[in-house]
C-alpha cells in the first residue's frame, strides 16, 4: 500500500507529549478528536509483541474529556446514555454507550465519576461536546459543560505493574480495573485509573498539569529501561484480538448498541430517563 | 520540518474521488469531518500559482452535508445561528457562524436552502449533526437530522467558468455568487452552486449520484486539458490572503462571532429564536 504524508496545521492539534515523541522518532499519525494521535515508531508488527511481552507509553491525550458539572449534570450524563447510572459510585469508571434518539451509537467513551455531579466523560472519536450542550440547551439543564484541559498517557504491557509500582508505590497495585484514584509524583498529584486500549493490563494517568506530566513522562522512560520501555500507540491487531471496539472503525452512528453487542449495557427496563429509550425498545421488539 | 505519515484506516473515510486521486498523485492529506481531504499533489507554492492562473478540481468531500428536514427545521437551524434568516430564499447559500449558547463559535458552514423546511448545512471540521440532534432531542422538535450522502467536487480558478460552460452550457455562467441550481450532465441532475473556498471563483458540484459524479470526475479532466487543469486542494496561503477563515485554524468553541469578525451576521436586534442571544448580547455589552 502507498504511503502519504501527513499535512499538519493548527487545526490538528499537538499534544504537550508531541515534541518529546517525535524526539523519539515518532513515524506516523491518525487524527482523532481533532488531535493527533502516534500510530507507528517501529513497525505495527514489531510493537504488537513488544506490548505483549514488555511496557510501553503512549500519548492518548486525544481522549478528549469533556467535564460535566452542576446540579443536572447527572441526568445530562444518564439522558445520554442506554446504561443505568443510577447505582455509580465516585472512585469508578464506566464504559458506556452514548446513544442518540434514534438509538444509534454517538461514541462509547469511559466515564469518571469524580462526584455526585462531576462526570468526565473521556470520548472516542466524536464531538460529545457538541451533543452535550445541545441537549442541555434544548432542555434548560443546569449544567457547564467544557473540554477540560487534560492528557493523558497510558502505560500499557504486563510490566506496567512493576514500573508504576517504582514510581507510585506499591499503593498502585492495589488499584482495581476501571478504577481511579489520586497519586503523586514528585508531589504532584494524578489521577491515574487502572485502564487502557490494550488487553495487556496498564494504567492510564490524566496529566493536568503539563510541567508534571512531562516530568513524569521522562522519569517513566527513565525508570522504564529495566523494563525494556518503548513509546507506543493502540495497536489495531492486539485490540482487534483482544476485542475492543473503535468508533467510527467498527461501529456508526448508524448503528445500534445491540449490533454493537452491548446488550448488557442496554437498561430499557429501569425507570432513569434515556433520551433514546423509546427507539431501543422498538428496535428490541422487532429483533434485531 | 520533518514528514510523518498518514495512518488510514477505516474511522478516516475516503471519498469515492480517493481512488481516481491518488492515481493522479496525491501526497499528502489531512483529516477533516473524520474523513480524508487531499492537501498537495505537486507542492503548495506551485499548485498556489497555478489555483490564480488556470483551473483546479478538488475533492472537498470532506465538506459534509448535515440534511435538516420536518416542520420545525427552520426554527432548528435558525436556533442554532446568530444571523437572522427569516428572510432567507429557496435557491440561496448562506454563510452562517453557528454558536452555542454560550456564543462560542461551533462551526461555520454554508447553509444551502433547498425548500422552506430543507436546510443542508455544509459544514466546517466538528460534528454539527449532533449538535443538532442533541438541540432537537431537548426541545422535542419535529426534524429529520441526517448526513447525506453527498460529495463535493470544487471547480476552482480563473479559467473554471469557462470549463464548466463547455460542459454544462451558458445557463451556468448567469450563476451569481450563493446561488445554487440544477445542471445537467449525461441526463443526470447535479446541484451546483457558485461557490469555493477560494478567491479565485468557481463552482461546488454537489453528487449525489456516485457513478454520474466519478464520470463527471473524469470529463472535467479531459475538457479541462485546453484550460491545464491540475488536481488541487484548498490552499493555506491563498484562503488567507484571501480573508477565508477556516474552524479549528482560526477559530474554536472558545472564540465568539465578534472575534471572528462576523459583526454583520450577529442579528440580536432580530425577534427570531437563537440559541446564544442572550450570551451574545453580554458580551457585546461588555465590549468584545
Not at 508505590?169 to 494524578?190: H, P
Not at 494517568?205 to 513522562?217: F, P
Not at 448488557?264 to 430517563?273: A, F, M
Amino acid at each position: 500500500m502507498k504511503n502519504f504524508y501527513i499535512s499538519k496545521t493548527r487545526r490538528l492539534r499537538s499534544t504537550p507529549f508531541t515534541k518529546k515523541i517525535e524526539e523519539q522518532g515518532v513515524k506516523s499519525y491518525t487524527v482523532y478528536n481533532h488531535m493527533l494521535l502516534p500510530t507507528t515508531f517501529s513497525n505495527v508488527d514489531e510493537e504488537y509483541l513488544h506490548l505483549k511481552k514488555d511496557v510501553q507509553v503512549w500519548d492518548v491525550s486525544v481522549q478528549r474529556e469533556i467535564e460535566i458539572s452542576g446540579k443536572d449534570a447527572h441526568l445530562l450524563v444518564q439522558l445520554m446514555t442506554c446504561r443505568d447510572l443510577s447505582k455509580t459510585k465516585v472512585g469508578n469508571c464506566y464504559y458506556v454507550p452514548l446513544i442518540d434518539p434514534n438509538g444509534g451509537m454517538v461514541n462509547d467513551p469511559l466515564i469518571y465519576k469524580l462526584e455526585d455531579n462531576i462526570w468526565r466523560v473521556c470520548i472516542a472519536d466524536s464531538d460529545v461536546l457538541l451533543y452535550a450542550k445541545g441537549i442541555a440547551a434544548g432542555k434548560n439543564l443546569n449544567v457547564k459543560i467544557f473540554e477540560a484541559n487534560i492528557d493523558t498517557m497510558a502505560v500499557q504491557g504486563p510490566k506496567s505493574f512493576k514500573l508504576m509500582e517504582e514510581i507510585f508505590g506499591n499503593e498502585i497495585t492495589k488499584l482495581k480495573f476501571f478504577k481511579y484514584s489520586f497519586y503523586k509524583f514528585q508531589n504532584k498529584k494524578f489521577l491515574i485509573s487502572r485502564s487502557g486500549f490494550s488487553k495487556q493490563g496498564g494504567y492510564e494517568i490524566h496529566v493536568d498539569n503539563i510541567k508534571a506530566g512531562l516530568e513524569l513522562y521522562d522519569h517513566l522512560f527513565e525508570i522504564g529501561k529495566k523494563y525494556n520501555i518503548k513509546p507506543g500507540a493502540p495497536n489495531q491487531a492486539e485490540r482487534i484480538e483482544g476485542g475492543l471496539l473503535s468508533y467510527g472503525n467498527d461501529m456508526l452512528i448508524s448503528d445500534n448498541p445491540f449490533e454493537c453487542g452491548f446488550e448488557k449495557l442496554v437498561h430499557l427496563n429501569s425507570d432513569v430517563d434515556i433520551l433514546g429509550k423509546n427507539s431501543l425498545k422498538k428496535i428490541w421488539d422487532k429483533g434485531i
